[in-house]
């Protein structure tokens, strides 16, 4: 599993974000349509997906919502299909305080340091103390462009490159 703040195996990804929940932190996921290219036993699939993230930014509650797509390879093994392999990829995203009166003033320059496609869930998710990977793919640019390399020659018969 790969994310902003996390990259190892889903047993890890699942205790980890156990502790994140025991200590407050709150993320949830939306589902929405997928594409799959499927080759025999090997499938790209693409998800759309929402991450909203509640916390605490310069003292505002604020929600960060993240959409993107969950980039997926896919394997069947003994007659079930196993995700084997899942990358978000980072579109755009927005953050609102949760009480419609307050105001949140964000630091320009900091923000500047921020991927675009998924900055206000970095800024966020480094307030909380987590370190964020600043290299994941997004709509557009080198990262997403190896992402796709990588998916068409997995599902070609390569070796997956994570």
Do not use: N
């Amino acid at each position: 599993m790969m994310a902003t703040w996390f990259q190892g195996s889903f047993a890890d990804f699942i205790r980890v974000t156990k502790e994140g929940w025991a200590k407050g932190v709150s993320i949830l996921h939306f589902l929405g349509g997928s594409a799959i290219d499927v080759r025999g036993d090997r499938a790209i699939a693409q998800t759309k997906m929402t991450i909203s993230q509640r916390g605490e930014v310069e003292g505002v509650l604020c929600d960060v919502v993240c959409t993107g797509r969950f980039y997926d390879f896919v394997v069947r093994h003994e007659g079930e299909w196993k995700l084997l392999h899942r990358q978000p990829i980072y579109e755009k995203d927005r953050i609102d305080p949760v009480d419609p009166s307050a105001t949140v003033k964000l630091d320009p320059a900091t923000l500047a340091t921020m991927p675009e496609g998924y900055r206000h869930l970095a800024l966020i998710q480094t307030r909380i103390g987590y370190t964020v990977k600043m290299d994941m793919p997004m709509l557009k640019g080198d990262a997403v462009q190896d992402l796709y390399r990588r998916g068409a020659a997995w599902l070609a018969g390569g070796a997956l490159e994570r």
